[in-house]
Structures are given as structure tokens and as C-alpha cells.
């Protein structure tokens, strides 16, 4: 592209060889992300624009702080990051005493690789549609607690100050429970997840069943 002196050149993004790969193409996620990191890659050779971070703010993928296949790798953080790992440690998976903290480092793409080899597709530790759509199907043992509401506070802590709020969680989000815990000074449990994170017992804000 550097070479040429015309008006316009045609590119090509990528071409079908496998069932793979036609699989991809069928996730508007995928699709998306690939036509931003092409045109990335044309306006990076013409010093256009400085080179996207695909794990910043969330705003690459519109779908807020929660991570829906998102192309994410080592070197990115936020909370696409974050609820990426989230979704991991609700499956079991462990992220030592990193967590979920929205940076995805070696431990983060050493268990994404891991789940890319459970599930038997490439492994490469590139979080994107096809890793996020067997975390999807991949089913948590035990209990899950429901989120009931439109929003929900979730707490480091099991405590009700504000100091220890978290973030928030959304009607329909489901999270495993590790336990039931007592919260000091009130008569209203906590669920502790496996995220490390607190989240009410309160059956007027969440609901439970078993997997």
C-alpha cells in the first residue's frame, strides 16, 4: 500500500479455508472486530491514527463493561478485562491472587489457553467470540445465584458500606456461590462468589437453583 499512486486500493480482509473459520463469520462480534483491526492496520501504515487498544474503555465492542466476545489479549485491561476474568472464576478457573483485576496478564492467557484446550479449539490465549462462546456453553457446578433486578450492587467485602461496593451486576447475570456468609451488625446474609466477590442473599433481590 505504501507503493502505490493510486486513488484507492482494494484489500482483502481475510478469505474462508476451514469450518473454523466459516464459523467465525457467523459472529457479528468477530466481524466487527476484524474490521476494526483492518482498518487499524491501514491507517497504522499512513500514520492516520494512533493503534487502538482493544481492552480500554469497552466502547470497541458496545456492549458496556461486560465482555461478549471481544477480542482481548495480553497487554489489555478494563472492564471488558475484568469481566472476562469474572466469567472465568465463575467457572472455577484460577486466576491466582490476581483475581479480577482487569489486567490481562500471563495468568489470564494461561487459563484462557486452558480453556481454548478443554474445549479443543485453536489455542493461541486471544480471548475473542469463539473462546467467549464456549465459556457460554461451559456449565458451573453447584450453586447459582440470579440476579433478580434491574441493577445490583456486588461488594469486596461482605459488608453493606459503601466503601465496599464493587460494581453492579444486571437482571438475568447468574454467578456461582461459594458460600453463604454472615455480614456484621445485620440480619441479611452475602453469597460469596467465586470471583471473590460479595453479592445479597436477599430473596427480594436474587434468586438461587442448583447445576
Known amino acids: 500500500m505504501r507503493n ?5 486500493v482494494l484489500t482483502e480482509g481475510g478469505f ?14 468477530f466481524i466487527r472486530e476484524a474490521a476494526r483491526a483492518h482498518a487499524d492496520a491501514i491507517a497504522a501504515i499512513f500514520s492516520i491514527v494512533q493503534r487502538r487498544s482493544s481492552g480500554g474503555s469497552g466502547g470497541s465492542g458496545g456492549s458496556g463493561n461486560t465482555w461478549t466476545g471481544q477480542v482481548l489479549r ?20 484460577n486466576l491466582g491472587s490476581f483475581g479480577a483485576d482487569g489486567i490481562f496478564g500471563n495468568v489470564t492467557e494461561n487459563v484462557v489457553r486452558e480453556v481454548q484446550r478443554n474445549a479443543g479449539i485453536s489455542v493461541d490465549g486471544v ?6 462462546q464456549e ?3 461451559a456449565r458451573p457446578s453447584g450453586l447459582l445465584v440470579i440476579v433478580d433486578v434491574d441493577t445490583l450492587n456486588v461488594r469486596n467485602l461482605p459488608s453493606w458500606e459503601a466503601s465496599a461496593l464493587a ?3 444486571r437482571r438475568g447475570e447468574a454467578f456461582t456461590v461459594v458460600d453463604r456468609v454472615s455480614v456484621p451488625g445485620s440480619s441479611t446474609d452475602m453469597y460469596r462468589l467465586k470471583s471473590g466477590l460479595y453479592i445479597t442473599a436477599s430473596d427480594a433481590f436474587v434468586r438461587t437453583r442448583s447445576t
Open 127 to 132: 480471548a475473542g467470540p469463539q473462546t467467549y
Open 16 to 29: 474462508v479455508t476451514n469450518t473454523q473459520d466459516a464459523y467465525l463469520l457467523r459472529s457479528s462480534a
Open 4 to 8: 502505490t499512486n493510486m486513488a484507492a
Open 167 to 169: 460494581g453492579t451486576v
Open 74 to 93: 495480553n497487554g489489555d485491561r478494563g472492564p471488558l478485562v475484568r469481566s472476562l476474568q469474572e466469567q472465568l472464576l465463575n467457572l472455577g478457573y
Open 135 to 137: 465459556i457460554r456453553n
